[in-house]
């Protein structure tokens, strides 16, 4: 395990306010200082109640979820939101604290053939009379009408075994390029045996067609002991994968108990140890499992020494930030801040923990066709950023004044999930 490498300092920003409405304030920016790279952070949107995941349009716009109102919204980049895209699916509702609840809508993604389909798939905590479990329903985009709406809307998967609790719906998904293949990730909803039973769903990732099938080359396929659809298990809450553009590798950032977030390489069929194999305690302080790495389980590729809680994962493959190629950018919710990993043959040699001057909770990560990074931040006044080169000025952006700068500590674990 390595402590952080390098570090990030804020260094300017500049103010032009301009006209408010509801959900959206005009566009800021501040220039922020990194190892490798000085980045200009633009504000796109503010005013989104707990903003989860977002895809970006092949137009230059962006689709953009609501956590706790369960809500889709249509944005662009002169920061105007629509009114919520009608047909989003029913979810299991966020109420009060993060302790209690971590449900509603989740994460957002365009199908590979969106322009021929317009497809859009969305995961949240789908309700029912067992209480909630991790689900994905699709709908084609129509935007014909004076509100967007998700027409044809159908659920196409649903996590075999639904419960009470609140917490750990996991709710991350990719879609493989290579056969449109969707790895969905599923937390062990804070009850720790789950993630260890291969039939049940809870604890790992599922991986199902674009119709919600299950591919013939999955794992556990004709295995009667384990449920096909399973692609790995004994993971405790997984809320960032990204595919890897060049190897075609399956990538994942999980969130430990208190400590013990890790990076794993995901493959086929293996057991990734929670709750045995663990570099965290429980928040009590009481001991979990036998260890960081523990035979007979696939072992983590990294394990962070300070909590981040991981959550969102992009692999840079972009041409603006040459510095950055193949780096795995990791958002953080209780390191407030992006942390940049840099892996070779294996090991992690680059840890660099970024723009903790935002202080703000990151939540997902994604890059679009010309490299500038998005990202959307956890909180009740949740943003839409966007990451470009200092020395690039986006066409539409106009700068506003950003919140004091944080401290860049590592914050308590109360938020980590």
Known sequence: MRRWIGSAHAVSFSLVLVGQTDTVLAQDHQIVDTDHVRVRVETIATGLHHPWGIALLPDGRYLVTERNSGDLRIGNLKGELSAPVEGVPDTFRYIGDTSSSQGGLFHVALHPQFAENRLVYLSYSQPSSEGAGTAISRGRLDESGDTPRLEDVELIFSMNKHDSGGLHFGGRFVFDPRDNSIYLSIGDRRNMSRAQDPKDH???????????????????????????????????????????????????????????????????????????????????????????????????????????????????????????????????????????????????????????ELGRRIRDVQVDQEGAIWLVTDHEDGEVLRLVPEDTVATGTIPRQQPPSATGTIPGTQQKE
């Open 202 to 356: 809870a604890g790992s990732i599922v991986r199902i067609t674009d119709e919600g099938q299950t591919p013939p080359d999955n794992p556990f396929v004709n295995d009667p002991d384990k449920d096909e659809m399973i692609y790995s298990w004994g993971h405790r809450n997984i809320q960032g994968m990204a595919i890897h553009p060049q190897t075609g590798e399956l990538w994942a950032n999980e969130h430990g108990p208190l400590g013990g977030d890790e990076i794993n390489l995901i493959k086929p069929g293996r057991n990734y140890g929670w709750p045995f194999q663990t570099g965290g305690v429980d928040y009590s302080g009481a001991r979990v499992g036998s260890g960081a790495v523990v035979e007979g389980f696939e072992p983590p590729v990294y394990i962070w020494e300070e909590t981040i809680a991981p959550s969102g994962l992009a692999i840079y493959a972009g041409q603006l930030f040459p510095q950055w190629q193949g780096d795995l950018l990791h958002g953080g919710l209780a390191a407030e801040g992006i942390v940049r990993t840099r892996i070779r043959n294996g090991e992690v040699v680059e840890n660099e923990l970024m723009l903790t």
